[in-house]
């Protein structure tokens, strides 16, 4: 039906819909009572600053409410018609868009994928914390060598981290996206961070990459944990 893709492709149907899952997103986040773990993990990252924040494909949409007052932060976000509205919502958050996609074998390629690269290192080098999905499109839960990468190339820490929410929705798709539901209990884990050598050979590179895999299901798999388990949060961080 082409007038649907008419509809979602113009600019105005983007801008509401970027409006609506932003304002959706901050009534998911003011009504879950969240236990953040480890204790300490922001005066950790403002030592860190700045630095790489990696979640997975499907269960980010909570991820731009870590950001505090004041921290400054850009997301990469597909060139995808959708990648548009998660723009949209993002900036409305408080947080800028890099446009850009990722590919297994590569890093960054197409799609604007080296642009976004050089975007980042320059958004971290300006003092921005910068967010991305480590898993590239159509390959979930399986990290791709650009953000180890970035990490090596820019000399920042990849902080791997995690958000789950008690109720939700969890679509049969290839990211498993987790629609994240209003009033109910969360957990929010960030791993240890990860840093990778300038002078990291494929070697070195590969084993950061396996690395980061590692820690990130470490991290969602405590996240769930803590949404799912019977103990009362103990409040935000």
Known sequence: MPWVKRLVSSRPFQQTAGMLTAEYLRLVWNTTRLVVEPDGIYEQVDRDAPVIIAFWHGQHFLAPFIRRDGDRAKVLVSRHRDGEINAIAAERLGVGAIRGSGHHGSGFVGKGGVNAFREMLNALEAGYN??????????????????????????????????ATRRRVELKNWDRTTINIPFGRGGGVAAEPLRVPADADEAALEQARRALEIALDAATARAYAIADGPQEGRGRA
């Open 130 to 163: 910068v967010a991305l999905t480590a898993d590239i499109p159509k390959v979930a839960r399986v990290a791709g060598l650009g953000i180890v990468k970035l990490a090596s190339a820019s000399g920042r820490p990849i902080y791997p981290i995690a958000i």
